[in-house]
């Protein structure tokens, strides 16, 4: 690990410190003795950690914890959520989403904004759209630009009209906030990773379904990128080549034109009448999946033709990555999986085709699925607070 300098602590020390800011964000509260007993160190050793922490004003104390036995109470610890906050930004071809959250994760604040159809970007004019919404969304919260540690990008795998590099550094110069910018499904994954999950298994598939599809792939708590940094782009695997779509891409026949949200709006919009209502927003292609699985159930022919394919498709992929890649457990993200009746029909699907119950396998994110910017903050806290023990927050407020 590189760090910062000035620093004399080794690199256990704050591999030690990350791992207690994570146990505190995963557990909400914990003691310094329930610390100690799932980090497998003395009390002592996390005594000496929680000192410095609370020392810096990164962790306090709570309360008592009565234990109902002779002897002290415990005294419960907690994140600062106050030390400070990050920006974060999903940027998609039809809408942008900022948010503000404190260092735990939390939620303080968001901003849609929806661009107008067949929009041509002007690099320019979206820095500026972008700094003028961010510095709005901080006044909203009373938030001063000073206590903000940096700005999250997310964005879609593939975005010809839009130069990532170019609208980091744009950012970067008008905010003056160092910018850190990743694909948004393994932002996401991240997030997963680090403020939802008690993980079972450092090895898993995190799969988001929406107007898009896409895969990440973590194995050893480290995602996988590959050579192009394109490894687990499920999406853009060839599913039907013989299909008359065109992704993109480029392909024809990728998994993601053939199942997409953005083809059943279309295919719905075609059918119109009482079926009309499913659709929630047309242009971010927001779909009433609870609706549509009352009229699944009641076995509508319609829905059952829109939807029916694409659930074999999407059960086929998952089934594939499961045999290929092994994982401890397959993580799915997106409206259509808060819907237990069509959630059961992919797991089914997906026992068929390798021939074993894997329903302990898929665990549904706790994530909204309408806030794509919450993976764009994981990539700021991850680098200016956990990978360097809370080191770099501390130096960043002493310096502001």
């Given at each position: 690990?590189?760090?910062?300098?000035?620093?004399?602590?080794?690199?256990?020390?704050?591999?030690?410190?990350?791992?207690?800011?994570?146990?505190?964000?995963?557990?909400?509260?914990?003691?310094?003795?329930?610390?100690?007993?799932?980090?497998?160190?003395?009390?002592?050793?996390?005594?000496?950690?929680?000192?410095?922490?609370?020392?810096?004003?990164?962790?306090?104390?709570?309360?008592?914890?009565?234990?109902?036995?002779?002897?002290?109470?415990?005294?419960?610890?907690?994140?600062?959520?106050?030390?400070?906050?990050?920006?974060?930004?999903?940027?998609?071809?039809?809408?942008?989403?900022?948010?503000?959250?404190?260092?735990?994760?939390?939620?303080?604040?968001?901003?849609?904004?929806?661009?107008?159809?067949?929009?041509?970007?002007?690099?320019?004019?979206?820095?500026?759209?972008?700094?003028?919404?961010?510095?709005?969304?901080?006044?909203?919260?009373?938030?001063?630009?000073?206590?903000?540690?940096?700005?999250?990008?997310?964005?879609?795998?593939?975005?010809?009209?839009?130069?990532?590099?170019?609208?980091?550094?744009?950012?970067?110069?008008?905010?003056?906030?160092?910018?850190?910018?990743?694909?948004?499904?393994?932002?996401?994954?991240?997030?997963?990773?680090?403020?939802?999950?008690?993980?079972?298994?450092?090895?898993?598939?995190?799969?988001?379904?929406?107007?898009?599809?896409?895969?990440?792939?973590v194995q050893n708590e480290k995602v996988?990128?590959?050579?192009?940094?394109?490894?687990?782009?499920?999406?853009?695997?060839?599913?039907?080549?013989?299909?008359?779509?065109?992704?993109?891409?480029?392909?024809?026949?990728?998994?993601?034109?053939?199942?997409?949200?953005?083809?059943?709006?279309?295919?719905?919009?075609?059918?119109?009448?009482?079926?009309?209502?499913?659709?929630?927003?047309?242009?971010?292609?927001?779909?009433?999946?609870?609706?549509?699985?009352?009229?699944?159930?009641?076995?509508?022919?319609?829905?059952?033709?829109?939807f029916e394919k694409r659930f074999d498709?999407?059960?086929?992929?998952?089934?594939?990555?499961?045999?290929?890649?092994?994982?401890?457990?397959?993580?799915?993200?997106?409206?259509?999986?808060?819907?237990?009746?069509?959630?059961?029909?992919?797991?089914?699907?997906?026992?068929?085709?390798?021939?074993?119950?894997?329903?302990?396998?898929?665990?549904?994110?706790?994530?909204?699925?309408?806030?794509?910017?919450?993976?764009?903050?994981?990539?700021?806290?991850?680098?200016?607070?956990?990978?360097?023990?809370?080191?770099?927050?501390?130096?960043?407020?002493?310096?502001?």
């Amino acid at each position: 690990m590189k760090l910062d300098k000035g620093l004399n602590s080794s690199d256990m020390k704050i591999r030690n410190r990350s791992r207690v800011l994570k146990l505190l964000i995963k557990k909400n509260e914990l003691s310094r003795k329930g610390i100690a007993d799932y980090m497998g160190l003395t009390k002592a050793a996390i005594s000496r950690i929680v000192a410095e922490l609370i020392d810096e004003k990164i962790i306090k104390e709570k309360g008592i914890q009565e234990t109902g036995a002779l002897g002290r109470n415990k005294i419960l610890l907690e994140l600062n959520k106050k030390l400070g906050y990050v920006l974060g930004l999903s940027l998609c071809e039809d809408h942008l989403m900022l948010i503000i959250t404190d260092v735990s994760g939390g939620i303080v604040g968001t901003c849609l904004h929806e661009f107008e159809y067949h929009t041509d970007f002007d690099e320019m004019e979206m820095i500026n759209l972008i700094a003028n919404k961010s510095l709005q969304l901080l006044w909203e919260h009373g938030i001063d630009k000073c206590s903000v540690f940096g700005f999250g990008i997310s964005y879609i795998g593939e975005m010809d009209n839009i130069n990532i590099n170019m609208i980091s550094s744009g950012i970067q110069n008008r905010l003056g906030l160092s910018v850190i910018a990743e694909n948004n499904v393994r932002a996401l994954a991240m997030y997963e990773m680090d403020f939802v999950r008690d993980l079972t298994s450092n090895n898993f598939l995190f799969i988001k379904y929406g107007p898009g599809l896409g895969m990440t792939i973590v194995q050893n708590e480290k995602v996988i990128e590959g050579i192009n940094s394109r490894a687990g782009e499920i999406g853009h695997t060839i599913m039907d080549s013989a299909a008359d779509t065109t992704c993109r891409c480029g392909r024809r026949g990728c998994l993601e034109s053939l199942i997409s949200e953005k083809g059943v709006v279309k295919d719905i919009e075609k059918k119109g009448g009482l079926y009309s209502p499913l659709i929630l927003n047309n242009k971010l292609a927001l779909i009433d999946y609870r609706q549509a699985s009352i009229m699944i159930e009641n076995k509508d022919q319609f829905i059952l033709s829109i939807f029916e394919k694409r659930f074999d498709y999407l059960a086929k992929t998952i089934a594939n990555a499961i045999i290929l890649l092994d994982p401890g457990f397959v993580c799915v993200y997106g409206a259509i999986f808060r819907q237990k009746i069509i959630l059961d029909i992919i797991i089914k699907k997906i026992n068929t085709y390798i021939a074993e119950n894997i329903e302990s396998k898929i665990i549904v994110s706790d994530l909204d699925p309408g806030n794509l910017a919450l993976g764009s903050a994981t990539l700021v806290i991850r680098n200016v607070f956990f990978n360097s023990g809370g080191y770099r927050t501390v130096q960043m407020a002493q310096v502001q």
